[in-house]
């Protein structure tokens, strides 16, 4: 069973596709740099989710910066 965080990564993920299509015709770098974060957050969080040692923390930690990161990428697109 997927943990909330993935289910929440991926739907953020579908959210993003249209608007970064749309971006991309005017600022296609940051539209490339916020697609590579949002698939950030998809990936860590699923990895880390499927991980029980001690690298299970940076896996989710990876995702966090990585959603600080979008984040202000979605501020400077607006």
Do not use: C, W
Request: aromatic content about 6%.
């Amino acid at each position: 069973m997927p943990l909330h965080a993935e289910t929440n990564a991926l739907e953020l993920y579908r959210s993003l596709v249209a608007p970064l299509a749309k971006l991309r015709t005017t600022d296609p770098k940051l539209a490339e740099d916020a697609r590579r974060a949002v698939r950030s957050i998809v990936e860590n969080t699923g990895e880390g989710a499927g991980r029980f040692g001690r690298d299970r923390p940076h896996h989710f930690s990876i995702a966090y910066g990585s959603g600080r990161e979008l984040r202000n990428q979605l501020a400077i697109a607006e």
